[in-house]
């Protein structure tokens, strides 16, 4: 129970008007309820009054009365005692509110805020937005909680700095507040600041504490522990998360792929991986230019959520000899971070020299008649053909002819590409198999072998080197249902891999390749492939055909043998696709292949291994794109998985990485590594061993400074700290809700004086005893003891 009031300052000893005002306050130490009070006190007035009257005595009315009323007020003095009442003097003022502003490393930091009041942009760091909060404007912020708060302000990183209301006052001094950078033991203290709020201010605990910071803390208490004592103390935390919780919008154009030696007139297919920040759904045109910024391709593309990669592919021809200087971009776009990963760039090299192509058939086919009258034609082919059974002096009436195969091996060496039709190998020297075998996997020639209705390849079992070569298993093969019904017609289609294939494209644009295969002519006859070898790549397949594994039936397959490459047609129908296009995706197809099998003999010269990363310098949780190219591609392994690197630290044990073969390329291999420790790295091939030099990729894992190691703003633990403490969070659009929703400016007990117990004092004491005693007097002068 507490009575309280208004003294002047002048009736208050020791205490001067600069401290007023005053307020005192009665305090009892009565617990029971008010009808229990009053029924006591009533009871007692009858008691006494009943018992006085009743008495029998000569004393008159007026004696009784008297000595009623000193009874009544012993009993009152003795309940009054029991009472405790208590004098409490104490102080009123406006009420506490402690104001915390970051100005860490990680307040440097540049964000978008779209109603920003700086002249030129509206990319302002975050110190600069809280500053803009608390002192723009003709009646700042902060000049307001000066006039309604008793406002304490403390700046943060590592240490604290209180900021005094002086000769400058406390908005100029917070328009001069800066950066101050990490030193070497420390970064950020947000919850140690709330705690040193709490603590250490003088004072009695504020109505609330203002957080305005990103929520990056490197150090001290976490901002649970410290919204934890907030809420002990009833002190509510009201925090506002200055910054954005995005990664900054960026476009990243990434791991460049195209042949680095290419003939005049190839179309050559450049493909690179673009990655976007804040993007999503943005319609963006990536060009490839050359060295003098000359367009020469450009397409549009939808960019994808971030961090998705997305593949992009433009195509070119190149007809002028010589190098090539390549350039990838994307132009760069609104509010972007970072422009220079706009661009990736790539020289290659156009050779003018002719591919030495060796056609060998057992009888003039149409396949065999279209394929030699396209490579005759053909200005960057040198052909020769053997026809097994054509008359003895056909190599006198054709200058493409060969009286008989070369059986030679500096004749059969001599060219790039070999390709097989449908031969009868009962018709050539058995030593001519090792010499093409050889010639694969030693020299790096390319070989196509196409399926025939007489020989090829069911006549071939029993031929080791054959065996080797071709991409399927001969022994599974039977004759009685080798070849599908040539009543049927059967449209070829690419599969995921072929799409991916630089020759299968037969358009300029993806969209474009899919359509000319969807209208090509179909074939009417194919051999039957129920089982082909493992690593065997199927670049084309029968949609609506299965073989015994319930897969589609393969028609274009390619595998790597040794330093070359086999590509196998399973029917010799290709021709058809001249039908109402005058050639135009037959020559398309078929010059392609032959420009791609010719580039391996013309890479041969070329040694070593290039070993790349995608930087140089990477954060502890960034993955590491490691990247193998061959600059030979024949000496790139058969097998997937077996180019191995050694990862060597600047200190600490190495370890092996191996690499997988990238999809659709001979000579590229590629490995994700992650969750590399800080230091210094270098990568060294040393499987498979090559003799010529392979440059090593060097690399650096650094921890940033711990400030900076992540500037998202941690909205969410700002918020879990708020509510923890029973108070709310903001982001930085919302600080006109936190004006509204602060505790209101009223006034508050800042100190107060030592209590003064009136229940105990010598008065009432004295006046408990003379009651006592004049009532016992009066009763015995009346003779009523």
């Not at 102080?91 to 860490?104: K, M, Y």
């Not at 590229?668 to 060294?684: C, D, I, Q, S």
């Amino acid at each position: 129970m507490m009575t309280s009031s208004t003294l002047p300052p002048s009736l208050l000893l020791g205490l001067t008007e600069a401290t007023a005002p005053l307020q005192w306050r009665l305090r009892w130490n009565w617990d029971w309820p008010l009808w229990a009070t009053a029924f006591i006190s009533v009871f007692a007035i009858f008691w006494v009054m009943v018992f006085y009257f009743r008495e029998v005595s000569t004393a008159g009315k007026g004696v009784r009365s008297g000595l009623g009323l000193l009874r009544l007020t012993t009993i009152g003095l003795t309940l009054l005692m029991l009472a405790q009442p208590t004098l409490e003097w104490f102080r009123l003022g406006r009420p506490r509110l402690v104001l915390l502003v970051d100005r860490s490393a990680s307040m440097g930091t540049m964000d978008h805020y779209p109603g920003a009041t700086t002249e030129d942009s509206s990319d302002i760091s975050r110190i600069v937005a809280w500053q803009q909060m608390l002192t723009a404007g003709e009646q700042a912020l902060i000049e307001r909680w000066q006039t309604d708060y008793q406002l304490e302000v403390v700046a943060f990183d590592e240490r604290f700095e209180r900021l005094v209301d002086s000769e400058t006052s406390l908005a100029e001094q917070l328009r001069e507040l800066t950066i101050v950078g990490e030193t070497t033991t420390g970064g950020t203290r947000l919850g140690d600041a709330i705690d040193y709020a709490l603590r250490e201010l003088p004072g009695k605990p504020p109505v609330a504490i203002v957080v305005l910071t990103d929520g990056i803390s490197t150090r001290g208490q976490t901002l649970q522990q410290a919204a934890e004592r907030a809420r002990r103390l009833r002190v509510p935390l009201y925090t506002v998360a200055i910054g954005s919780d995005l990664r900054r919008p960026d476009i990243a154009v990434e791991n460049l792929l195209v042949e680095e030696i290419v003939f005049p007139g190839d179309r050559l297919q450049v493909e690179a991986t673009v990655r976007a920040v804040g993007y999503e759904g943005k319609t963006v045109d990536v060009v490839l230019r050359d060295a003098d910024a000359r367009d020469l391709a450009k397409t549009t593309i939808k960019l994808p959520p971030d961090e998705t990669p997305q593949t992009v592919r433009l195509a070119i021809r190149p007809d002028v000899p010589g190098q090539l200087s390549l350039e990838l971009a994307i132009e760069p776009q609104d509010e972007e971070a970072n422009t220079i990963n706009n661009v990736a760039r790539q020289v290659i090299e156009v050779r003018d020299e002719k591919i030495r192509v060796l056609f060998v058939q057992s009888q003039p086919s149409y396949e065999y008649r279209a394929l030699k009258s396209l490579l005759e034609r053909d200005p960057a082919v040198t052909l020769h053909v053997v026809l097994q059974e054509a008359d003895a002096d056909y190599s006198t009436v054709d200058d493409t002819a060969l009286r008989a195969f070369p059986v030679g091996e500096q004749e059969l060496f001599a060219y790039d590409v070999l390709i097989l039709g449908d031969v009868d190998p009962s018709l050539l020297p058995r030593s001519v198999w090792p010499l093409v075998e050889r010639f694969v996997t030693v020299h790096g020639g390319g070989m196509v072998g196409i399926a025939g209705p007489r020989f090829m390849p069911l006549a071939f079992q029993g031929i080791r080197s054959m065996e080797i070569l071709l991409p399927i298993r001969l022994e599974s093969l039977n004759p009685l249902r080798s070849q599908l019904s040539d009543s049927e017609n059967f449209v070829v289609s690419p599969t995921t891999l072929g799409w991916q294939t630089p020759s299968l494209q037969l358009g300029e644009t993806r969209d474009e390749s899919q359509h000319i295969w969807q209208t090509l002519p179909p074939v009417s006859w194919m051999l039957r492939l129920d089982d082909i070898k493992p690593g065997t790549q199927v670049l084309a397949e029968l949609p609506g055909q299965k073989n015994r594994q319930g897969q589609r039936l393969p028609v274009i397959l390619r595998n790597y043998v040794g330093a070359g490459e086999v590509l196998f047609h399973a029917t010799d129908e290709t021709w058809r696709w001249r039908w109402r296009t005058d050639d135009r995706y037959f020559a398309r197809y078929w010059g392609q292949v032959v420009r791609r099998l010719g580039r391996g003999r013309l890479a041969a010269g070329r040694q070593g291994v290039q070993l790349t990363t995608d930087r140089s310098l990477y954060k502890p949780d960034e993955s590491i794109q490691l990247q193998a190219r061959f600059r030979n591609p024949s000496q790139a392994p058969a097998d997937d998985d077996e180019v191995v690197v050694q990862l060597r630290r600047s200190f600490g044990p190495p370890r092996q990485v191996t690499l997988q073969r990238r999809l659709g390329r001979r000579g590229m291999f590629v490995a994700t590594l992650e969750n590399l420790a800080p230091g210094k790295y270098e990568t060294l091939l040393i499987r498979p061993n090559l003799s010529g030099s392979s440059e090593v990729a060097r690399f650096e894992v650094r921890q940033p400074p711990r400030e900076l190691a992540q500037v998202v703003v941690n909205r969410l633990e700002l918020a879990e700290a708020a509510k923890i403490s029973g108070g709310k969070s903001y982001t930085f659009a919302d600080t006109s809700q936190l004006i509204k929703e602060l505790p209101q400016p009223q006034q508050q007990t800042l100190a107060e004086l030592p209590p003064r117990p009136l229940w105990n004092s010598h008065a009432i004491m004295a006046l408990f005893v003379i009651t006592l005693t004049c009532e016992w007097l009066l009763r015995r002068r009346y003779g009523m003891l």
